[in-house]
């Protein structure tokens, strides 16, 4: 697999992540034979460092530094919460207004840790399909900025809503999930890294990276009817 790189330079390199590829190797899926990691290395001829993280599931934009002294600075900017990140997700029921939701959530070690998300919906449909008691379903394609960086935040804070994100596994709608598996064929999770913006810790020029979403997604924008320009 050749890996689409987004942006490039002595430091930094960011690629398009797919739906399904790890970033590196891990004890908790055995199943996997490639990783982000190890295919940029190998495309590049260079050792590279992720300098955060994307859940296996979500596609879209993740970058690595060529040395370690820039992933140390670009992991201090995560930390310190100086890189901005979008994401484009799509999920069931309406969301009418912006919203920010400060809802702590627990890590692995069961500490509670502070997480907020800022939700923009960008359009709302309804399509003639039922779905419980209902004789249709309502989805609406958001725009989500994290404040934060949990494990799973925006999953776990969409399904706090009770607009679990389509596709999501184990936070989301397993009743939803099936339909989506068994209508439109798809089982993909509707979540997308869409942007990362932050001023260079090198050059300390301004960055912008976008990436467009993934054949998965932008087919379910077709099959549900979305229209707005997403990116």
Known sequence: MELLILYEDPHLVAI????????H????ATDATEFALQLLRDQLGIKVYPTHRLD???SGILLFAKDEDSNREMQKLFMEQKVEKEYLAIVRGWI?????????????????????TTILPIEQVEIDLPFGKFSTSRYTCTKVKPETGRIHQIRKHFAHLRHPIVGDRPHGCNKQNKLFKEHFFMTKL?????????????SLEQVVINSQYCDEFERMIDELGFTTPLI
């Open 56 to 58: 296996r599931k979500t």
């Open 16 to 23: 398009h992540k797919p739906n399904g590829l790890l970033v």
């Open 96 to 116: 009418d207004d912006k919203l920010t939701l400060d809802y702590p959530l627990y890590n692995e070690a069961g500490k509670k840790q502070d997480a907020i």
């Open 25 to 28: 190797r891990t004890k908790l």
């Open 190 to 202: 509707m979540l997308h890294a869409s942007s990362l913006s932050f001023v260079h810790p090198i």
